[in-house]
């Protein structure tokens, strides 16, 4: 009989009004993946954080290796063996990649001085794994999200140990930095290390994962082995009900062309960028990491104003040179990165949906109306089904999928008649991104066009009406949804000859 590495017993948690875990338990053996699944506020991170030291258990025990233990803190579960890769990256931004890979275990040379060239040739070798090309000397802020996200598994990585728990470690990667992690899990896992794979992927799950263990509403709910699950079973167990047709299907015709952009440049980013889109069109820019995406998506939205080329909308030109004017002519923009830049974590829910439309809720002497507030935010909580026993609660408290709908509903108050979706379901539940697919449908057949960034395939292809596809800055095809596959989107991606029914750019 196999002994289990770790072992969580009868775990229990409670933050204030909340009942987070409610005597779950999981078990983990050695140079095993075991994946942990559920919806958003099931308990997931909840009981990897009491794994990994950074809470403690109300009621319960942990047991490492045959022996109970009780971590203080992360660095006591660091020590023995016990690394995380958290959905969110915990990176300094003022610190090289190095300096982040090795922080407080830089190695040393005489007197105590950090040996610079032993720590840059030691980063490399990481970046290798997932064939990174940056610097080692690069600072974080440099990096993109993705990138980022690379080198928080490579710090944890780095740490050797033998427990490694990684949260969403792909949701912001491509396909191909996703195969060079799943390369890498396979070749920790033959040396012996055991992983606990948390995703909303089940794809993933499938692909990588030896068992897998369903959680709902903070309690246990199943483990199974993964060769004798099916997809169907895993989303039952995990959301209590069936779930058809995640995509949902166009039901109105879409309406004429409106937007248009014409030889859209900037410098080092993307070139000669041309497309049109239609009303209620939702239209899915694909590409890997690097393409310029969203560097294109913020020239639009005037994040990053563009160098060169031309906006219109209803034949009319645009100069968009600050959000502020984007907002105006009801552009808004979805980030992909909602912690930083899309939500404001200390504020209310209904601070955070005002935000971008608070000249609506201004009266005499410049103060804001608070009942108008409240009753936009009160109803976006109702169409959009927010999660929260107040619109007061502050928005750093919801789970990822609620967080990502306020995000969404945000941007209802400019009244948006052109909407660009930056990742809109990263880090979101299989129920979460059911609804979400649902909100954007509805979006697009009251007549908004989406420009929609996605790194998940099967979302760009279960959503849009049309496909490009960029590489290296610029638009090197286009498929419309009777035409795009996952073979030829990558094929594109990855600069593959392409036979037919795609647009080149020269």
Not at 25 to 30: G, Q
Not at 115 to 126: G, P
């Amino acid at each position: 009989m196999t002994v289990n590495i770790l072992e969580l017993r009868s775990i229990t948690k409670t933050f204030p009004g909340v009942l987070a875990l409610d005597h779950t338990h999981f078990e983990l053996r050695p140079g095993e993946v075991h994946a942990l699944v559920g919806e958003n506020g099931a308990g997931k991170s909840t009981l990897m954080n009491i794994a990994a030291g950074v809470f403690r258990p109300d009621f319960g025990q942990i047991i490492l290796n045959g022996s109970q233990i009780n971590f203080a803190n992360p660095h006591q579960a660091s020590q023995h063996g016990i690394a995380v890769v958290f959905q969110e990256t915990s990176l300094a931004g003022d610190l090289s990649v190095a300096e982040n890979i090795f922080a407080g275990r830089q190695p040393v040379r005489f007197a105590g001085l950090v040996d610079w060239k032993r720590l840059y040739d030691q980063t490399r070798e990481l970046l290798d794994l997932f064939e990174l090309t940056v610097h080692p000397k690069t600072l974080i802020r440099e990096l993109s999200v993705a990138q980022r996200q690379v080198v928080e598994i490579l710090k944890a990585i780095s740490l050797r140990p033998k427990v490694l728990i990684l949260d969403e470690p792909t949701s912001s990667l491509t396909r191909i930095e996703t195969d060079l992690l799943f390369m890498n899990i396979r070749r920790l896992k033959a040396e012996g290390v055991a992983f606990i794979y948390i995703s909303h992927h089940l794809s993933e799950v499938f692909h990588i994962a030896d068992r897998v263990t369903i959680m709902r509403d903070g309690q246990y709910v199943d483990t199974l082995n993964v060769g004798e699950a099916s997809e169907d079973m895993i989303v039952r167990k995990m959301v209590g009900r069936e779930l058809a047709n995640v995509y949902g299907r166009r039901r109105k015709p879409i309406g004429a062309e409106y937007f248009r952009v014409e030889g859209a440049g900037r410098d080092h980013c993307f070139r000669d960028i041309s497309f049109s889109l239609r009303q209620g069109e939702i239209l899915g820019l694909a590409g890997l990491v690097g393409a310029g995406r969203t560097e294109l998506a913020r020239g639009i939205a005037g994040i990053e104003p563009l160098s060169r080329g031309r906006l219109f909308l209803n034949e009319g030109p645009l100069d968009i040179r600050a959000p502020q004017q984007a907002i105006v002519h009801g552009i808004g923009y979805l980030t992909e990165d909602r912690k930083d830049q899309g939500l404001f974590l200390r504020m209310s829910i209904r601070d955070n949906l005002a935000a971008p439309s608070l000249r609506q809720f201004r009266v005499a002497g410049g103060f804001l109306n608070d009942s108008a507030m409240k009753r936009f935010a009160e109803s976006n909580r109702e169409c959009f089904n927010i999660i929260t026993p107040s619109v007061a609660q502050h928005v750093g408290n919801l789970s990822g999928g609620n967080q990502q709908k306020v995000l969404l509903s945000m941007w209802m108050g400019i009244k948006p008649r052109l909407l660009i979706v930056d990742e809109p379901t990263r880090g979101v539940d299989v129920g979460a991104r059911a609804e979400i697919y649902h909100l954007l449908r509805a979006l697009a057949e009251l007549g908004v066009g989406i420009i929609m960034i996605s790194s998940d395939l099967p979302e760009i292809l279960g959503l849009s009406d049309r496909v490009l596809v960029m590489r290296a800055g610029r638009i090197v095809a286009e498929y419309d949804a009777t035409q795009a596959n996952e073979e030829n989107v990558i094929a594109a991606a990855a600069g593959v000859e392409l036979e037919v029914n795609a647009r080149s750019n020269h």
